[in-house]
């Protein structure tokens, strides 16, 4: 079991920018794949940005290549995501997963094992 814990969002205007933070506890957190995924109302949940157990291998969605970088620290059980240049169609619930027996490249949400319980990101225009 892993417990994870999402913290950062918030209201920021377009162009702006946020830093999500998801602190996990419980199993070794260097076991898991880890991924930020976002759901905005009446959508699917979509993939984010995903990084590899080691943190050398990063994955994002076309949506947001370039503007958002997602980052670990194994020695902190954390996992973040800095998002830069926001734009309004951004705003979503923003939720961090884990994954035991994923590989580098999941972008599937049914893949991964566990998930936090989301923070709001609100962009305006």
């Known amino acids: 079991q892993v417990q994870l814990v999402e913290s950062g969002g918030g209201l920021v205007q377009a162009g702006g920018s946020l830093r999500l933070s998801c602190a996990a506890s419980g199993r070794t957190f260097i076991s898991f794949v880890m991924g930020w995924f976002r759901q905005a109302p009446g959508k699917e949940r979509e993939f984010v940005a995903g990084?590899?157990?080691?943190?050398?291998?990063?994955w994002y969605a076309d949506s947001v290549k370039g503007r958002f970088t997602i980052s670990r620290d194994n020695a902190k059980n954390t996992v973040y995501l800095q998002m830069n240049s926001l734009k309004p169609e951004d705003t979503a619930v923003y939720y961090c997963?884990?994954?035991?027996?994923?590989?580098?490249?999941?972008?599937?949400?049914?893949?991964?094992?566990?998930w936090g319980q989301g923070t709001q990101v609100t962009v305006s225009s």
């Open positions: 997963a884990a994954g035991l027996r994923v590989g580098d490249g999941t972008r599937r949400p049914n893949e991964y094992d566990y």
């Open positions: 990084i590899s157990r080691s943190g050398g291998v990063q």
